[in-house]
């Protein structure tokens, strides 16, 4: 009956199942979890008829033509540039802390002078790791490494990992650089935007395919189980591709214990006010217990009236009931475990891993439907 099975609905899983479905012309039954599909994506309105992100704050950019060309056959877009404040004891500073950023906190003269220092060393328009800046030599430019360190991220990442900036993978404080530049935006990518009916809306527009069946509410291994050699799909071999874009250790019962992951709880309020902070994000970067604040309207282009915020609380994720794994930790213990997991499904030859949960990674948007357009490259000899 189907030639494929998708296990998730999210970036990974909507799109190699309309790649399957129809480059191939191959029968696809996606299995989600979730009663809805679209993944940490999803979008929905509030009881106040504000669009919200419920599992985050989810903003499209890219550098890659491909992927952006991919996305616009099934959205149009609201042109929105992501530009995020860090609330120092009550300033707000633009995130990355660039040259507009520097001035606010040394004042005209002496920022020019560190302006051209900065400049002089790393060139104008570096991404610099905070990390690298703190290595540099120079007395001044310390004190001010000193003061990102201390003011952007040292409190920020301890609430985000439970772990110091030094501490955790380089390619995540890689992320969110020291930027040599004027440019306030959160993202210098070529495209960015929000999809202007929402994400949800994509992704149903994505999934509606007539070779595409969608099943949500549904745990996968409610359908799927394993044999020694052989993947069955309500008792009975499937010799189709599997594409699973689930946690890896799920699959076999954490046979070699949990891989690691920080999970995120948040709180949404309403307010009468059409916006109640500046800026869609604003980060928490030297107190409070949650991250960030984010306001959607400023996102999404809204005009309706009142406005919704939600506060993000990070948390070690526990495996309990209804806790979602966001973040992967990236580390070489935690990657050598995930390797074991993988190692058990080579005598599979029809299942592939694709996904942040399932490849354990820190993937955005644009590199997941990059890898998910790539697989379909591999199986598109089909
Ligand atoms: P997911 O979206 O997690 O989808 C996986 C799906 O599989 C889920 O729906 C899950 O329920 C389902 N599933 C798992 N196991 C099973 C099972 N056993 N049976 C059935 N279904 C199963 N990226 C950006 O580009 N820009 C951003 O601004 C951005 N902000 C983010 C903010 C937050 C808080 C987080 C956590 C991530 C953010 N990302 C952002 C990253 C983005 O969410 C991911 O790149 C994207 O969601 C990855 O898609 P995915 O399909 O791999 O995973
Ligand atoms: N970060 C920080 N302060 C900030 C913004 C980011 O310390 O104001 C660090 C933090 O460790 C975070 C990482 O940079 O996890 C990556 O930030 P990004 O905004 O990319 O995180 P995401 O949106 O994926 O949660």
């Not at 998708?6 to 479905?21: D, N, P």
């Not at 002089?120 to 290595?135: F, M, P, Q």
């Not at 059409?274 to 991250?291: A, C, I, L, R």
Request: charged fraction near 25%.
């Amino acid at each position: 009956m189907y030639d494929s099975i998708v296990i998730g609905a999210g970036v990974a899983g909507s799109v190699i199942a309309r790649e399957l479905a129809e480059r191939c012309n191959k029968k696809v039954l996606v299995i989600e979890q979730r009663e809805h599909i679209a993944g940490n994506c999803y979008d929905e309105y509030d009881e106040n008829g504000i669009l919200i992100h419920t599992y985050g704050p989810h903003i499209f950019h890219t550098n890659k033509k491909r992927v952006y060309e991919y996305l616009s056959r099934f959205t149009k877009w609201y042109p929105y540039s992501h530009e995020v404040v860090a609330n120092v004891y009550g300033t707000y500073l633009p995130v990355p802390f660039n040259l507009n950023s520097l001035y606010q906190v040394y004042g005209e003269e002496k920022g020019k002078e560190l302006e051209e220092k900065l400049k002089n060393t790393y060139g104008d328009g570096a991404r610099v790791s905070i990390l690298t800046l703190k290595e540099n030599e120079d007395e001044e430019i310390q004190k001010v490494a000193d003061y990102v360190y201390e003011n952007v991220f040292l409190h920020y990442t301890m609430k985000q990992w439970g772990q110091t900036p030094d501490e955790i993978d380089p390619s995540v404080m890689n992320r969110v650089p020291v930027l040599i530049s004027r440019d306030n935006r959160y993202f210098q990518d070529t495209w960015q935007g929000m999809p202007l009916d929402g994400y949800t809306k994509m992704f149903e527009a994505i999934l509606n395919h007539e070779n595409i069946e969608v099943q949500v509410g549904k745990k996968a291994q409610e359908r799927i189980s394993f044999t020694n050699d052989q993947i069955l799909l309500d008792d009975v071999p499937f010799s189709g591709e599997v594409i699973y874009t689930g946690p890896v250790d799920e699959l076999f019962e954490f046979q070699y214990g949990r891989l690691p992951y920080r999970t995120l709880h948040f709180t949404f309020e309403h307010f009468e006010e059409d916006y109640v902070q500046t800026h869609g994000v604003v980060n928490y970067t030297v107190n409070e217990s949650y991250t960030r604040i984010t306001e959607f309207k400023h996102m999404t282009g809204q005009k309706e009236k009142g406005t919704t915020i939600m506060k993000e609380y990070p948390s070690t994720y526990t495996g309990e009931e209804g806790e979602i794994p966001y973040y992967a930790i990236l580390n070489e213990e935690n990657r050598a475990n995930y390797e074991k997991y993988c190692k058990m499904l080579e005598k599979y030859d029809n299942i592939y891993l694709l996904g942040r949960l399932a490849e354990y990674q820190y993937y955005n948007i644009d590199a997941m439907v990059e890898k998910a357009l790539e697989l379909a490259d591999k199986l598109g000899s089909c």
